[in-house]
């Protein structure tokens, strides 16, 4: 204590010099300070950004060109025309493996898959839909004819039997009075029908015929009037493709969506087809649609915020990565079935469709429930499952704004979300339908802040490739780009002040510490004189110092930690970061509302301003010692000897 | 018993460049209650036998015993607090401690109460003949002559037998020369001190009980 006592009385007795001391000292604790407190907040901020922001691109092939195709039109009695797009070949996602391409999540050409689970079904209203959209608007009926007739125009059927329609439904009786009516509305050269033979029809329902509300009787069961689904699309042949895209030709092909039924008909290999395809709509009323990746954030309605986890979490990076049988389902199906986390479902795979999104197919809204189309492989038979395991329900997920006409990005009505390497068996067998790149298929992740140097690189080597010109890619970032300039930025005023801080502190250190300590050679001598050991010369000379230091340095840290909020305000406001960029985000408003995007200006915690703190106290104790073992080297009495000046 | 034996004792400085034997196979005793002066010219080897018996430094060859035991085995910082005392030429005061203060600093060191140390040295200053008004006053308001008395209150604060002084009255007119003089043989005499006095004043010599020459780093009584 008496050496300390003593080192404290012999600083204060020299007040305008500790004055100056401590006060430069702090200010000096406050600029390092708050450089360091800034630049963590900064970093803990890019972290965030980093964890938060996901920049991926949709890519999509442009079509080679458009054609225009004619159909008859029986009510207009005219030919119609339509344009569709045409691709000459479908480009793999491999032309976007070039060098320099850094994915985090590589394009891949994902399918949806259709699972089939006879015990699946949908709430009543939606089943009431499903009836409706389905089971009415595309039966598949044996009729025969009042009298001969040309269904160039309406005609009356008598319906006789239903291969798939509402009998399968209610398993009701047909009754006497059931008709149909009928027009082969888009043939400008239908076939007689004729009275007494019996037809067998896959039917697709026409609201506007004015015909129809003309001889509308109210014994058509079917209140409608129906063409045969051969004409446009023909949804009775195949549409089975190669892994490759090459369609494979169907082996029984039919030109027309209806023929006649004579004895024996559902014992031949044509007869077989129709039973098949009743098979397949029977199916398509209990699919599920699911949705495979490779991350949650690839999926457009996850990536705008559009769905979120309500409950459980989401599939992890190594469940993806491991492919573990997990998955994410919606609110409503959990509520539907009784779904709560970590029960498992069945997920039995039996198709892949490559042409198009799971939330066109089965819209968001329920308004349209299952694919009625390209049920039949090339061999005419309703798809086989190919992978049947059981998946645990890890999240499940709402979305908020359910749209019907999708553009394919939202999530598919009942959808269900699995890990893309999960699916360990080939789907090669069972692609029923196969397209484009696009952009809710093909999605790929690149790491954030790279889309300049991506795109540039892309330019390079598509310049001369199979893909020059042929692919659109939509860089989406949410900002990111923007935010990052100007967190780099507050990093940069952060690491200067921290400098400055730094660089100052060191020099008020040296001089004072050589003010109070190197220039007290001669205090030091005498105390050794007096018999002070090494030690108790070094507390002597450091005590009053360190106390100086330690007051300062807490003073100047507090001070520093205090500004720090404010200046990440300040300096938030001057790069004007806070805002999103639309550059490379259509979504970048709805981005906004979500809490998670919100980037801190609070400030971090107190630890780091203790630790300033403490790193001055001892950058000090070093500068100290350093001064202390001269001042000990320094000989006592040749010191002592000599007269003050 | 002599307090002090310097026996045989040499010293050579040893810097990079050469080396410098500044004191040769020195021989000599110190005994208590007595005065002595070592005199010589400048750079004959004085201080260098001042710095040894004061535990300073260690001599190249021989020793130093202190009653009888060799200064080598000693705590020579726990042999300068308890037993032997430094007086400068130059005072040497703690310029930022009052007159007080400079004195209950060595007390201080031996844990000593503070009331008990002030009251110690109040007496000492008293004894070294300077009243009250210095108790409060720094080195810098003071004359020579009170510094080097407050600077041998310093000595005694620490209840050693043993001062040694370098050139006490070097920084001193005749006035105080002489009474700076007085109060060492007193603390000699009367109180039993040793006291080793190293000076080139002869008025001071002619005082002391003893003389000892050194020359070229060698002594002569």
Redesign the interface.
Do not use: C, W
């Given at each position: 204590m008496?050496?300390f006592?003593?080192s404290i009385?012999?600083i204060l007795?020299?007040p305008l010099k500790s004055c100056l001391f401590l006060a430069l000292i702090s200010l000096s604790s406050a600029l390092l300070t708050l450089g360091v407190v800034l630049y963590q907040i900064d970093e803990q901020n890019m972290q965030r950004l980093e964890n938060v922001f996901v920049t991926i691109g949709l890519v999509s092939q442009k079509p080679d060109r458009f054609e225009t195709e004619k159909l008859w039109d029986a009510e207009a009695q005219e030919y119609s025309s339509y344009s569709t797009v045409a691709y000459d070949s479908f480009l793999s996602p491999d032309v976007l493996l070039f060098e320099g391409a850094d994915y985090i999540n590589p394009p891949t050409h994902r399918p949806y898959y259709g699972a089939y689970d006879p015990s699946f079904t949908y709430p009543e209203n939606s089943y009431i839909r499903l009836i409706a959209q389905t089971r009415l608007q595309f039966p598949i009926v044996e009729v025969t004819p009042l009298e001969d007739c040309v269904p160039d125009h309406t005609v009356r059927l008598k319906l006789v039997s239903e291969l798939y329609g509402l009998n399968g439904a209610e398993g009701r009786d047909i009754q006497e009075w059931e008709t149909v009516l009928f027009c082969d509305h888009y043939n400008d050269n239908p076939q007689t029908l004729y009275a007494g033979k019996t037809y067998v029809m896959a039917l697709s329902w026409k609201q506007s015929h004015q015909e129809w509300l003309d001889t509308h009787t109210g014994t058509d069961l079917y209140a409608g009037e129906y063409y045969p689904r051969s004409v446009g699309s023909n949804f009775v042949t195949s549409t089975q493709y190669s892994p490759d895209g090459e369609l494979i030709p169907d082996s029984m092909p039919m030109a027309c969506a209806y023929e006649e039924v004579t004895e024996g008909f559902y014992d031949t290999p044509r007869g077989i087809r129709w039973l098949e395809l009743a098979k397949a709509m029977d199916m398509a009323e209990h699919t599920i649609p699911v949705i495979p990746t490779d991350s949650t954030q690839l999926l457009m309605s996850f990536y705008n915020g559009n769905s979120t986890i309500v409950e459980g979490r989401d599939i992890s990076p190594e469940e993806y990565a491991e492919g573990q049988a997990v998955c994410l389902i919606s609110k409503e199906f959990a509520k539907m079935h009784g779904y709560v986390i970590g029960d498992t479902m069945p997920l039995p795979l039996y198709y892949a469709d490559y042409w198009d999104s799971a939330s066109r197919d089965f819209s968001p809204d329920g308004l349209q429930v299952g694919n009625p189309n390209h049920l039949l492989n090339a061999e005419g038979k309703a798809y086989e499952i190919f992978q049947d395991i059981d998946y645990t329900v890890v999240g499940i997920y709402n979305e908020i704004n359910k749209v019907s006409n999708s553009r394919g990005y939202d999530m598919a009505g009942y959808g269900v979300v699995i890990p893309a390497l999960s699916v360990k068996n080939s789907d090669a067998n069972n692609i029923l339908d196969y397209g484009p790149m696009k952009g809710f298929n093909t999605v790929f992740q690149i790491p954030n802040g790279s889309v300049e140097k991506y795109l540039k690189l892309w330019e390079k080597a598509s310049a001369n490739g199979p893909a020059a010109g042929k692919l659109t890619i939509t860089i989406h970032d949410k900002g990111y780009t923007q935010i990052k300039e100007g967190l780099v930025q507050i990093k940069q005023v952060a690491f200067a002040l921290f400098i400055a801080g730094l660089l100052v502190t060191i020099l008020i250190l040296l001089f004072f510490c050589s003010l109070f300590i190197g220039k007290q050679k001669?205090?030091t001598?005498?105390e050794?004189?007096?018999?002070?050991?090494k030690r108790?010369c070094t507390v002597s000379l450091l005590s009053g110092v360190l106390t100086i230091v330690c007051l300062g340095s807490a003073l100047g840290s507090a001070a520093g930690y205090a500004l720090s909020g404010l200046s990440m305000k300040l300096l938030a406001n001057f790069s004007q970061w806070a805002s999103f960029s639309t550059e490379f985000s259509n979504w970048a408003n709805s981005v906004t509302a979500t809490a998670d995007m919100q980037l801190t200006t609070d400030t971090a915690g107190p630890l780091v301003a203790i630790l300033c703190g403490l790193f001055i106290a001892l950058l000090a104790l070093a500068i100290s010692l350093i001064q202390i073992r001269g001042n000990l080297r320094a000989e006592?009495?040749k010191l002592?000897?000599?007269?003050?000046s | 018993m002599d307090m002090l034996e310097v026996r045989d004792v040499g010293y050579v400085y040893q810097s990079k460049y050469q080396s410098i034997e500044a004191l040769k196979g020195v021989n000599c005793q110190f005994a208590a209650g007595q005065f002595y002066a070592v005199t010589g010219p400048s750079g004959s080897g004085k201080?260098t036998l001042?710095?040894l018996l004061?535990g300073?430094?260690l001599p190249t060859s021989g020793e130093i015993l202190v009653e009888g035991r060799s200064m080598t085995a000693m705590d020579r910082?726990?042999?300068?607090?308890?037993t032997a005392?430094?007086v400068?030429?130059?005072?040497?005061?703690?310029?930022?401690?009052t007159a007080l203060?400079n004195v209950m600093?060595?007390m201080?060191?031996l844990?000593l109460k503070k009331p008990a140390a002030e009251e110690t040295a109040k007496r000492l200053i008293g004894e070294v003949g300077l009243g009250e008004k210095i108790y409060r006053q720094f080195p810098v308001m003071m004359s020579g002559g009170e510094q080097q008395r407050v600077s041998i209150a310093?000595a005694l604060a620490?209840g050693g037998k043993v001062i040694l002084a370098?050139?006490p009255t070097g920084?001193l007119d005749s006035a105080n020369e002489e009474n700076v003089v007085k109060i060492l043989k007193n603390l000699a005499h009367e109180k039993g001190y040793l006291v080793i006095v190293i000076t080139h004043n002869p008025n001071v010599c002619l005082e002391a009980d003893t003389v000892y020459r050194i020359r070229d780093g060698e002594l002569r009584t």
């Open positions: 008496g050496e006592g003593n009385r012999q007795r020299t001669k205090r001598a005498i050794r004189s007096l018999g002070m050991g108790s006592p009495l002592l000897s000599t007269r003050d | 201080s001042l710095s004061a300073l430094d910082d726990k042999y300068r607090r308890e005392s430094v400068y030429q130059s005072f040497n005061l703690f310029p930022l401690l203060e600093y060595p201080e060191l844990h310093r620490a370098d050139e920084n």
